[in-house]
């Protein structure tokens, strides 16, 4: 068969200059290796011929969507297969160069936003409560030290925003992009202040409301189903944690535009988000971004933070303190990876095998993407443009002190 040529000729060239510990085992019998090794670290076993043409062109998505559909199935350490995927495609893709990315930009109305939000976040509560901390913080968490466990890091993740931002009793704070309610909740018991939580998914607007009122916050916290183009008000703080990469690149400017309407004069707002490290804003390399948006994030976009940073300024907010926390997603990741393989027969029940496997490879793959900077992320503080320098802090240090007072 032809494929058969293509695929001697495709291991004997990877086994040539990678010499990688991947054994291919074929539905028929017939096996290959595409190193020297005794026992191979990662075994890539083929179901059938449907699975070849997407095996002979191995980019992240081929591989991913392969194994997703069934076509492939892998055995060894998840570390290992999300390290051999990579290195398998970067020595195979020669088409292109493997870290060349693809820019594409999308349509994001209000519908579908909303329809990609739901996508991600709708799969089901009790699906996130397995592998996230007891808090559902599904972002970044802050790893002071080092050693922290999750519920620890994300707790110190919030109060370090809370406290970069200022946060003081008595204030008003708009969460965009509220999730399951953690951070407006620390706000207003920690900090007091009086809180709005805005998301697009129901799910999340359902246990964020239950929690606000088992809690006995409802005079200090609000959660709305609402986008935030349609916010209205002002408040003294803003906070946006994980949102912006559902904006688009195009909108960054107006989406920052709309985040200094609603900010006071002396107000400070705070960004979170996942950025591109391709200068020109391209996607994950070797077909990792379109993997993600066919399967985990349709529509989703990441500046690189230089677009970030102009778009800001353009919107009308001045940045005065970025942080890059790769290091921080990279162990937040993998802490998921870990917890959702240590869970994987009830969350395989929740959600499917395809679903499952789509979850699986995503949060292993993404870890080691932050850890090799494909991708990164920062924390961006910024209040509004044209304003006195006094505003400003003299030095990061009130973001310590304070918080170890607190």
């Given at each position: 068969?032809?494929?058969?040529?293509?695929?001697?000729?495709?291991?004997?060239?990877?086994?040539?200059?990678?010499?990688?510990?991947?054994?291919?085992?074929?539905?028929?019998?017939?096996?290959?290796?595409?190193?020297a090794f005794g026992n191979p670290s990662v075994t890539l076993r083929i179901n059938g011929p449907a699975a070849m043409t997407r095996l002979l062109s191995p980019s992240l998505d081929n591989l991913g969507e392969a194994y997703v559909k069934g076509e492939i199935d892998v055995e060894g350490r998840l570390a290992d297969v999300i390290d051999m995927s990579y290195a398998l495609a970067g020595?195979?893709?020669?088409?292109?160069?493997?870290?060349?990315?693809?820019?594409?930009?999308?349509?994001?109305?209000?519908?579908?936003?909303?329809?990609?939000?739901?996508?991600?976040?709708?799969?089901?509560?009790?699906?996130?409560q397995l592998w996230l901390d007891k808090n559902m913080v599904y972002s970044c968490a802050y790893f002071e030290n080092g050693?922290?466990?999750?519920?620890?890091?994300?707790?110190?993740?919030?109060?370090?925003?809370?406290?970069?931002?200022?946060?003081?009793?008595?204030?008003?704070?708009?969460?965009?992009?509220?999730?399951?309610?953690?951070?407006?909740?620390?706000?207003?018991?920690?900090?007091?202040?009086?809180?709005?939580?805005?998301?697009?998914?129901?799910?999340?607007?359902?246990?964020?409301?239950?929690?606000v009122k088992k809690l006995g916050l409802e005079d200090k916290i609000e959660i709305r189903i609402q986008d935030y183009r349609d916010v209205e008000g002002q408040f003294?703080?803003?906070?946006?944690?994980?949102?912006?990469?559902?904006v688009?690149?195009?909108?960054?400017?107006?989406?920052?535009?709309?985040?200094?309407?609603?900010?006071?004069?002396?107000?400070?707002?705070?960004?979170?988000?996942?950025?591109?490290?391709?200068?020109?804003?391209?996607?994950?390399?070797?077909?990792?971004?379109?993997?993600?948006?066919?399967?985990?994030?349709?529509?989703?976009?990441?500046?690189?933070?230089s677009l970030a940073l102009e778009s800001m300024q353009r919107g009308g907010?001045?940045?005065?303190?970025?942080?890059?926390?790769r290091r921080h997603y990279a162990q937040t990741l993998t802490l998921w990876s870990e917890r959702f393989e240590a869970n994987a027969p009830r969350l395989r029940e929740l959600a499917g095998e395809e679903r499952f496997r789509?979850?699986?490879?995503?949060?292993?793959?993404?870890?080691?993407?932050?850890?090799?900077?494909?991708?990164?992320?920062?924390?961006v503080v910024c209040r509004k443009a044209g304003q006195s320098a006094k505003q400003l802090p003299w030095s990061r240090r009130y973001m310590y002190e304070n918080r170890e007072k607190q």
């Open positions: 068969m032809l494929w058969e040529k293509k695929l001697e000729n495709w291991v004997s060239g990877v086994k040539t200059s990678s010499n990688l510990p991947i054994r291919l085992a074929l539905w028929n019998g017939q096996q290959y290796d595409f190193g020595s195979s893709l020669t088409t292109i160069g493997p870290l060349e990315r693809a820019v594409r930009h999308f349509n994001h109305s209000k519908k579908s936003d909303k329809r990609s939000i739901e996508f991600h976040y709708d799969v089901s509560n009790e699906f996130y050693d922290e466990d999750l519920d620890t890091a994300q707790e110190k993740k919030i109060d370090h925003i809370l406290t970069k931002i200022g946060l003081q009793p008595g204030q008003t704070l708009l969460d965009i992009g509220c999730g399951w309610g953690a951070l407006v909740i620390r706000a207003a018991q920690k900090f007091g202040a009086k809180c709005l939580g805005v998301t697009l998914s129901e799910n999340q607007f359902a246990l964020a409301t239950e929690r003294d703080r803003i906070t946006s944690v994980g949102m912006f990469e559902h688009g690149r195009k909108n960054l400017k107006d989406y920052f535009a709309k985040m200094a309407s609603l900010l006071k004069d002396d107000g400070v707002a705070m960004n979170h988000g996942i950025t591109s490290t391709d200068p020109d804003s391209g996607e994950t390399a070797m077909g990792g971004g379109e993997f993600i948006d066919k399967y985990v994030f349709p529509n989703g976009e990441l500046p690189h933070i907010l001045e940045a005065s303190d970025v942080e890059s926390l789509v979850w699986r490879v995503y949060l292993a793959g993404c870890a080691y993407a932050f850890e090799h900077d494909y991708v990164s992320i920062y924390q």
